[in-house]
């Protein structure tokens, strides 16, 4: 999830965090919260009187687990304070299980659901989570459907003004369902639990490891005989394929290897995007523009015009259906859906108050 300063002076140190079920499925009492995040490095979570309290690995109780949960029937005025890398997680009709562990480094941190392996202790249990990071300059937050879709959810923050993302049409939820049903998204589908993500399908083998494969193949053929122009805040970069590799000039020097098909539906291994300010956004606008197949056709890149997103015979169709059910045409389909500001992102530099809603669930 990005986070720039567009906003001026400091954000207040806490947040007002509501958390509205319009779900029209679960009753309060049935929907669990779960507030993660890191602070100075270390992870916490939030308790119900808006304490930033360490993971430990004491935590876990007799059955392995944690029991981080705040039941929205007794979420009372929560607050957000400081956080990085935040994420709300929500357990609609029983609780989630999240396993405290040791990272690399020996500190404590958290196992998180994984609903697109069917191994996992959280695969039965409905749920969901928006994602944000809260500190002084501001709030950076976005609902996501990279991982997967399952639970409506929208949020609104409100501050310097009163943004909204996430909102999806009425019966949003259930027109994807149908959408997918069928053909080489079929299989993505769990019940009426979720969508798993096109990328995780791969890995689950439920999903073609070959779908884009010939539209990359004709990517590469295109652009080793004319020229391919990505456009950056650094300036504009020329590119041109010879043999696997797409090199480009201009600004730096940056190089692009030919990607397989989940190369670009996680946008990593030769789409990797580095936290720099040359290879990564080059990189980002690539993997934009191959999940979206706007790159064979338009030799200028970024595109922002929708109308042109989803062309071709190998159409990512579950990205433009996440587009297509939310009000605005916003969502993060893919971890570089922000290329041309079509994510579901919002932020303020000076934030009041933050309200996630569980929308109904039809």
Known sequence: MGGSNSGSGSAAATLPLKVVNNSGAFDDASIFLYILGEVDGQRVRLTPEGEAKPVEIGDNGEDGFTDYAIPLSDAGSLQLPYMDGGRIYTGLGDKLKFKAVEDGNGKAALAYPAGWVESDPNFPVLHDCAEFTFKDSGMYCNTTAVDMFSVPLSITLKGQKEQTAGKLKAGGRGKAFEALAGGAFGDL???????????????????????LDAYIDEVWSVYSSKDLTVTTNQGEFKGRVSGNTLGFTGPGEVTIEKPSTRDVLFCDGALAAPNDQLGGPVAAIIGAALNRTTLAALANQPTDDPSQFYQGDAVHEYVKVMHEINE???AYGFAFDDVAGFAAYIEDGAPTEFTLTLDPME
Not at 198 to 205: E, N
């Open 189 to 211: 589908i769990v019940e009426d639990k979720r969508i798993i993500a096109p990328s995780h399908g791969i890995d689950q083998g439920k999903f073609p490891s070959d779908y």
């Open 328 to 330: 605005d045409g916003k």
